[in-house]
């Protein structure tokens, strides 16, 4: 998966961090917050993406679907919600409506090209284009968190289906630093027993 990302030397970053953290220990800006913790993880040698611009620039597939999902790693799917107006919304649990800024992401109209709708996709006068869905990859031993799954997410390329069953490539553990800020925490490649295996 190839992302625009954000580096640092480690030296420079570790000052910026300093002076961030100052401003924010004496005002609590959530910006500078934010930037504290964005410098602090360039810091540590950690690289920095935006989630818009990687779901952005990972694209569409051919009838318009996001290539990229993500989802928090402590969940078992995804659901992702394309309307034909470019909008896009990513739910663990879309009829539960349980708000948390940390397991649903909204993207307003236009964030992706309008999709074409296909033959025989909902038919309705919504605006909507449908619901998909998508389970979450396997972390390896070697990059999985210790605890709290919960405070990372999982960016990874998605093969969108309407039934459950859906393969998964290409995963990044990311670490949300706030707001459209995630550190790179771990990538890596399935193996083809770990695609055997979760392929069931």
Do not use: C
């Not at 919600?81 to 663990?92: F, I, N």
């Amino acid at each position: 998966m190839e992302l625009n990302t954000v580096t640092m030397p480690a030296e420079d970053a570790a000052k910026a961090f300093r002076e961030y953290r100052a401003v924010f220990m004496a005002e609590r800006n959530r910006i500078d917050g934010e930037l504290m913790r964005g410098y602090k993880a360039l810091s540590e040698g950690k690289t920095l993406i935006s989630l818009t611009e990687a779901i952005q620039a990972g694209g569409v597939d051919e009838i318009g679907r996001p290539k990229l999902a993500i989802a928090r790693a402590d969940e078992r799917g995804i659901k992702m919600r394309l309307q034909t107006d470019g909008s896009l919304t990513y739910d663990p649990s879309p009829h539960t409506r349980v708000f948390s800024p940390d397991r649903l992401f909204e993207f307003p109209s236009d964030f992706l090209p309008r999709p074409v709708r296909q033959e025989g996709w909902y038919e309705s006068s919504e605006p909507w284009f449908g619901w998909w869905t998508a389970t979450l990859p396997f972390i390896p031993p070697q990059y999985r968190p210790p605890l709290a799954m919960q405070n990372y997410h999982l960016l990874w390329e998605a093969e969108w289906r309407r039934a459950r069953g859906s393969q998964r490539r290409d995963p990044m553990l990311l670490r949300r630093l706030g707001g459209d800020l995630f550190a790179v925490v771990a990538a890596w490649d399935l193996t083809e027993v770990e695609k055997l295996v979760l392929a069931r």
